[in-house]
């Protein structure tokens, strides 16, 4: 009885420590020690028939049971050890990172030379103290012309033809019917600048365009004067184009008066690059601004004009091609 309990042990052993030798998975670990060493397990159940020894030969057997619990528990850790390393390598080995690879190339963007103008000249006059304002493109006859001084039968509005639509309104042709929205829902003082999209009915060629972008600007305050005006346009121009030579030369727009037009010396030419004026008393009547209170200053100015001088462009329609090779170079 004896030697087979005995025996029973050892074959515990041996067999127990096949069987963790073989686990591959740390679940089937944690069966196996269940099986052997639980409560309810193998080597619990031998202990249990411990009863039937005699009293002396009781303790031999207590401790040939407890080197074969030793020796059962050693092999669950050494295997545990393996496994757990084994998991943490397989990890390691699935999220290694090959730097190597070719990278996912994403073009890099660029901001387009009208946008890069616009940026600029609404930064500057950021500087000086305007609020930037913006209008629709769809506009009244009221807003483009008739509140900027130009009634219906004016010959000003020859010079800006542009696309009617059928309800009567029509696509602004300058940015200056926002200087009316803005005063209609502002006081003065107001200092203002307004970017935006504009239309006019022109033939398509190297320097016009039937879409193009506008720069308003409009000043109103109690003692605005002509060297107000001037002096902001000279410090504008300097910001953006640099300290070069410019000059106010007489013209005329139906909603400024007087009116002129600015020129820059650009490479030995004078280039026109600007009207302005003071604002024409009916045009602060017009949105109900004392005339007597107030003066104002105004002025507009295109984007592609400035751009095509800035960066030497040779064709508007170039402005608007999309063409990469061309783009790249801003
Ligand atoms: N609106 C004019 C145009 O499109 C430009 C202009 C001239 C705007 C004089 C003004 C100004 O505010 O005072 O040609």
Redesign the pocket.
Known sequence: MTNSLEAQLLELREEGEKAIARADTLERLEELRVSYLGKKGQLGALLRSMGQLSAEERPKFGAIANTVKEALQNSLDQQRAVLEGAKIQAQLDAETLDVTMPGIYRPQGRVHPLNGIIDKALDIFVGLGYTVAQGPEMETDYYNFEALNTPPDHPARDM?DTFYLPDGNLLR????SV?IRYMETEEPPIRVVAPGR?YRRDNVDATHSAVFH?I???AIDEGLTFTDLKGTIKIFLQAMFGDLPIRFRASY?P??EP?AEVDLQWNGRWLEVM???MVDPNVLKAVGYDPELYTGF???FGVERFAMVLHQIDDIRRLYASDLRFLQQF
């Open positions: 800006q042709t300058h940015t200056s200087q504009v506008q308003e600007l409009l727009f909603f400024t009116s009207g302005c004026g105004a002025a507009g």
